[in-house]
Structure formats: structure tokens, C-alpha cells
């Protein structure tokens, strides 16, 4: 079958290869002509002159000297009867994409098909067209819509020579399709595992033994054959003939590059302050427990610095937030200064840090350390022009004098630390048995806790979470309020910590639970309450074998939709036991309770475990949101990054400690779903909370 081909192209190297299509050829004995137009000009020419109306036109878009549009218009009506095959350049934009968009029947990589093969498709092409039938079948459709997919597509026959790759394939690789096809994959993508670096077996190689579907492990390296390196996520799947035999390969794979980076960066949280990029408590927590072995194996000794700056709250209150980190930021600073490399300046949080001085460190290393420490921190600080002063109270303890663990060395500098508070501002204190009868002020509150427990002085206080984009109520949570006879309010956090540490926490935390259960299945059979009532749990609670009993049986008794239950859990809780909290809270999503991340960015911050873990929600710490509307932009970028990441893994968000409108709408606006903080009400008793959030507005649908 004789046919005409107008081929529009101004690549001299291309039309070379087009020329060579011309017969005779060794499968047919067709003729076909060739008619080559380089400029839009001579396209032009050939329009208007007396040529044969050509059965089918290449194309080539990048024609020298065609602005876009003025193609078309050369191409006149030959266009829109002509069956039109576009030649796409190797790389630059899918040339499937392209070809779709202009209507094109296919594309064709002239330097990759070989001539037989470009004569064959050329000429099924005009049949099909002057047939009258659509020219692509069903698997060429399927080829474009393989070209244009975004992740990389790769076929190997069953000796795992590549039959077909994609233009994704072939960008990542940064190959041609000549330089692909029929080539061993496993030469042209090395695999290493990302932990041990050592080669893995190709997971071509895997599915074609097992004829199953093959994961590599998540974050796998490719080495380039340019020596480059990307981390890649894949799925390999084997390919049945007819007879069910395996007869190749297909691999599907994507950069995941890119998501690492963020991930990393988030990941720095774990060890870091956000603040003044000093290690965390995390980090010291590990690092003095390392110290502590040296020093034993050594036989030195070691001293531990708790610090607290004098008047911060002052600062914060009367200059603002701004300056307040501003101020922590410049202390950060002088303490570093203050040290040897070897010692390790840390913060805590708020406004206390603490150094450990390497082993070797005596006595008098750490009072000379506090005498310069109080000098340094007592310069006047430039916040925002103006000079601020500040003072610092130290809290030293030695090892192996004031104790051989780091729980216990960090607790009795921070006794020391109390001390030297309570001796005026400005000092350092070393730890002393004597200290310890502070703790008698602890024991009453313990006695008073149980006392508590078995009257009416506890009460629940809620707090709203609501939707950021709109203010619509989204939830609650509950918050525990203690009322004591002679004392009145005891303030949560303190009282908390004591039920912790004496273990009342166990049954504290189950007069709560009982009490928010029963609470919220008032409010749902009254239709008031939209999502859940959050309880918090502590980690003790968590480690009681029998939780996720008690949390069922208190449902089963309420008969309250497991669903209206959310549990709030530290990362720090979940952290201790990884093995044991994947179990349990798999466990409780098997109940149907829902599961949130509390305090993020206070604790460990990492991720990458909760990816791992079935978590709803993720509730961003209030040091984070705090001023985030004018914070550092580094700040901003690493809420927006933790944003980005729970928005991945389909954990929505609460920016916890809302407390100004600037704050809400630059959390809304940087996609944010929820929030909850004094902006839109501080927890309030039932009744009240009932009455301004449940009967008056609907909640979020
Ligand atoms: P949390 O779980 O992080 O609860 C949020 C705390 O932040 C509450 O303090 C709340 O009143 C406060 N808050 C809310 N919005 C704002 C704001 O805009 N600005 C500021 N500055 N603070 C805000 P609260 O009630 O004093 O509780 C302190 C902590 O005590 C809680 O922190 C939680 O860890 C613990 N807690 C409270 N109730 C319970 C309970 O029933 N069980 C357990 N295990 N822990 C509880
Ligand atoms: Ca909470
Ligand atoms: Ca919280």
C-alpha cells in the first residue's frame, strides 16, 4: 500500500532518520514518499502550491521558527482531516500528553524506533484512517496513558531485559528508550537497602522466582547509571501469558526523595529545640546516661547544671512573646559560650536548661562554670533594640555524690534549683540531703489527692476544638479540674504530675474516663455533640495490661458509640514501649475509639513512628502555635512542613493554645483543620459548655 507523508521537522538529524523510511523494505514492497517542510514558511509553500494532500503528517512542534499557534494555521485544513503523528523530542514535556492535547493519533521517538518498525506503524496508521476506524486499539490508548503517568513504569520479559519504560521510567533513570530497551534491568538500576547500604536482590529478579508481588523496603536507594542516588518506594508484580505462566515483569516506582528531605527535617525535632537549636531533653536524657557509663568505667566524676532564668515571665508578660524568645534565644547563646565543646548545654522547655559537664568535671569546674554562667546571662540583652536584663538561679549535682542515675541527678539538681529560688535570685545552689524535705510539701498533696478521690472536690471542665476555616465546633476536650477545701483550685499540672508519680493517676484517670463517657452519651442521645469528647491518658494508665478492657467495658456500660471517644497520648508515653504501643493502640482502634498525638513538638516529634501507628489526629504543641503568626520563618516552615506530613499520612491536625485571631487565621490559611485555645474559650464546667457551644450553634457536619 502506497502512501504520502508530509513531515514537519527542522532537526536535520531527525529528518536523516525519516529519510531512511522511504521503501523498499524488506517485510513489504510498499512505496512511500517523503515530503519535508523545515520552516513554517515552506509549510506554506507546500500548502498553497499544487503538492498531493499527504495521508498523514509528522509532526514535529519544536519547528525553528513557529511561534505556537502559527503551526496550526500553516497546517490549514490539511490538519484537521490528516491523521497527524507527533515527533517528540527524547525529554522536555510527555510527549503523550502533548500528543493527546493536539489530537495527534500517537507520538512517535524517531531515534528509538527502528525503521521497519516506524514503517509499520506509519502505514497501519493511514489503514486505519482510510478504514475509517479509530487508528489506536486499545493498547496503544494504554501506552499514552503509561506515558503520562507521573510514576515510573518499567517491563521486562522473563529474563529481565526491559520490553518497556515510560517517559517517568526514563527521566528518572535519565536514559533514552534506545538505551533501555532489551538491557538487563538490574544494569541499570542498582537497589541498596537504605539502612545497610548492601546491594538487594533486583525485585524484578524476586517476582519472577516467586511469581508474586514484590515490595522493596520503603526508602530503597537507586544508584543511577550517572552514579546519582534517589531513594525510590516501588511494587513489582509479575506478568501471566495466557497459560498462567510468568512471562515478565512490571515495576512501578516513584522519587520519594523529596519526602525524605522533609522528613528529616522534622525528624531533627526529635533531638532539637525549635527555638534555639540546642539539643532537647530528649537529647540530654540520652547523652548523660552515655556520660554516666564513661564516667563509672572511668572513675571521674560529673557534674549536672539545672538552670532557670529569673523573671522570664516577666518578660514574656510585659514585652511580649516575641521578645521572650528572643530572650531565650540570646541566652541559648551565652550559655554555649560559657562551655567546653565536651559539655552539653540543653533546653528543657520553657525557661530552664540544663548543661551536663563532661566526665572529669569537679566541683570546682562546675562553680566556676556558675560564676561565669551568672556574668554572661546578667549583660544586658538587646531585644529589639532595648536593653533587657536578666538573672539566672543554677541548681547543681554532682555524680557520683548526689546520685548514680540521671533520673536521679537531674531531679536533685532541679531540687538545688528550687533551692537557690527560694534563696533570692541570682545563685547557684549544690544539691543536699537536707533539700529532700521539700518533698514533704509533695507528700501532702499526695495525701490530699487521695482523699480527694473518694469525695466530690474533682470535677470535669471541657475545652472546644473547633473547625479553623469556619469556628464550627468540631469536638472537645475533657480537662481535669480539683477544687481542695482549704486550698481551692489546685493548679492541673502539678496535681497531675503528683498522681503520676504516686501511681493514683491508675485510678484518678478511671473516675475521668467514667465520668467523660457518661457525659458524652448525655450529649449524643440529646443530638447536641458533633465528633468526640478527648480524655487524656497518662502513660502509667497506658501500661496497665488491662486498658483497652477497661476502655470497652466503660463504653459497652455508657452505650456510647465508641466513636464519640477520642484518647489523647503522648508521643513520650507511646516512645517507651514502641512494640507494646503499636499492639495496644491497634487494639483500640479495633474497639473504635479514635487516637491523638498530644503535646507534638514537645516530646520526640518524629513522624515517622506515628506512620507506623493508627493515629487520628494530631495535636501541635502551644509552643509551637504560640505568636507562630509573627514568629521566625524558620518556625513557619517547620509547622508547615509537620502540616504537610500528618497531611500525608491522613492524620488531620488541632493547633492546641489558639490564643489571638492572627494566630488562627495564619494556621487556617497555612491549612491547619482544627484548633482549640483561650481564643475560642478556655474549658468550662458541663452545663456552661453545654449552653454557649452544644444548644447554641450546629456543629461541623
Ligand atoms: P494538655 O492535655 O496539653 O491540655 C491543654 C492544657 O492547655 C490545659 O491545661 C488547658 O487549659 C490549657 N490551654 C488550653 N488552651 C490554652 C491557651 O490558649 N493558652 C494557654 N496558655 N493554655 C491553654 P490544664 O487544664 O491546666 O491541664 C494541664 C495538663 O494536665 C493537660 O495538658 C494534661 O496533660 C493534664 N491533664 C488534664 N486533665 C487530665 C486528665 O483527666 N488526665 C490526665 N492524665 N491528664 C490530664
Ligand atoms: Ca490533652
Ligand atoms: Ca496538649
Known sequence: MDMHVLAVTSDPAERAQLEQIRGPAATDDAVITLQFAAT???LAALADGAAPAPDLILLNPLLADAPPGALWQALGTAGDRTPLVLLAPATGLSPAEQAVRLGAVTYLVTAATPRELLRRLLQSVVVATRLGRPPLDQQGQDALVLESIADAVISTDEHAHVSYCNLAARRLLGLEVAQMLGRPIADLMRLQDPKSLADIEHPVWQAL???????????????RPDGSELMIEDSTAPIHD???RVCGVVMVFHDITNARELQAQVDHLAWHDFLTGLPNRFAAHRHLNRILKEAQAAGQSLAVMYLDLDKFKLVNDTLGHAAGDALLVSVAARLRSCFRVVDLVSRQGGDEFVVLMAPGSSRLDATQAAQRISAAVALPHQLDGEPVHVGCSIGIALYPGDGDSGDVLLRHA???LHAAKAAGRNVWRFFQQELLSSAIERRQLENGLRQALGSSEFELFYQPKVRLRDGALCGCEALLRWQHPAWGWVDPARFIRSAEESGLIIPLGRWVLGQAVRQARRWEQQGLLPGAVAVNVSA????QGDFADHIGSHLAQAGLDPARLQLELTESALMRDM????????RLKGIGVSLAIDDFGTGYS???YLADLPIDLLKVDRSFVHGIDHAAPRRQTLLR???ALADNLAIAVVAEGVETAPEADFLAAAGCGQGQGYFYSRAVDARTFERRFLAAAPGAP
Open 641 to 643: 512542613a509537620v502540616l
Open 40 to 42: 513554517l514558511a515552506e
Open 606 to 608: 518524629s513522624l515517622s
Open 414 to 416: 532541679d531540687t538545688a
Open 242 to 244: 495466557g497459560r498462567g
Open 540 to 543: 502509667l494508665e497506658l501500661r
Open 579 to 586: 512494640h507494646g504501643a503499636h499492639a495496644l493502640l491497634h
Open 209 to 223: 522466582a516467586s511469581g508474586a508481588v514484590v515490595r522493596i523496603p520503603a526508602g530503597c536507594i537507586l544508584s
